[in-house]
């Protein structure tokens, strides 16, 4: 009986083995923890505007889209292979974003959503920028998107009342 033990022990322990030293634990820990704090920030403020999609879903687009790049980064996965994940990812976030998109009104000519739409797509970049290793430039990109979500609608506005056209909502 010791041996279907050993057996058990030996196979458990190899279906963990993907991670082989602590730097390779460390920087899938960093790359995911960054991507669920960026997805976080940009979840926040969506959810301070009371929109749907909120810390939550933003925080699981960002984890989502850094583990669809960084497990085939891990097995050695070849550029060219690379870029048909991202492809991949890509759609398929733009599927997700299409339906927080609808249509309203009596001739459906009222569209809400697409800024959530969106910033879903961006978090995704985000995610997908910090599961390939690129911390900086999804911090930056993280930035600019705040300061277009939260800075962007009141610049409209101000430069609205200065030309004196009404500020429609953004």
């Given at each position: 009986?010791?041996s279907?033990?050993?057996?058990?022990t030996?196979t458990v322990?190899?279906?963990?083995?993907?991670?082989?030293?602590?730097?390779q634990?460390?920087?899938?820990g960093v790359?995911?923890?960054l991507?669920?704090l960026?997805?976080?920030?940009l979840?926040?403020?969506?959810e301070?505007?009371?929109?749907?999609?909120?810390?939550r879903?933003?925080?699981l687009?960002?984890i989502?889209s850094?583990?669809?790049?960084?497990?085939?980064q891990q097995?050695?996965?070849v550029p060219?292979d690379?870029?048909r994940?991202?492809q991949?990812?890509?759609?398929?976030?733009?599927f997700?974003?299409?339906?927080?998109i609808l249509k309203q009104?009596?001739d459906?000519q009222?569209v809400q959503?697409?800024?959530?739409?969106?910033?879903?797509w961006?978090?995704?970049?985000i995610?997908m920028a910090?599961?390939?290793g690129?911390e900086?430039?999804?911090?930056?990109?993280?930035?600019?998107a705040?300061?277009?979500?939260a800075?962007?609608p009141?610049l409209?506005?101000?430069?609205?009342r200065?030309?004196?056209q009404p500020a429609?909502?953004r």
């Amino acid at each position: 009986m010791a041996s279907a033990w050993d057996t058990i022990t030996d196979t458990v322990a190899a279906e963990f083995s993907d991670v082989t030293d602590l730097a390779q634990l460390t920087r899938i820990g960093v790359r995911l923890t960054l991507a669920a704090l960026l997805g976080f920030v940009l979840g926040f403020e969506r959810e301070q505007q009371g929109k749907a999609a909120g810390v939550r879903t933003h925080m699981l687009v960002a984890i989502g889209s850094a583990m669809f790049v960084l497990v085939p980064q891990q097995t050695g996965i070849v550029p060219a292979d690379m870029s048909r994940v991202i492809q991949g990812l890509i759609a398929g976030v733009g599927f997700l974003c299409a339906g927080t998109i609808l249509k309203q009104g009596k001739d459906e000519q009222q569209v809400q959503g697409l800024t959530t739409a969106a910033g879903l797509w961006m978090t995704a970049a985000i995610g997908m920028a910090c599961g390939l290793g690129r911390e900086s430039t999804a911090a930056l990109s993280t930035l600019l998107a705040l300061a277009v979500l939260a800075l962007v609608p009141r610049l409209v506005s101000l430069i609205e009342r200065a030309l004196g056209q009404p500020a429609d909502k953004r």
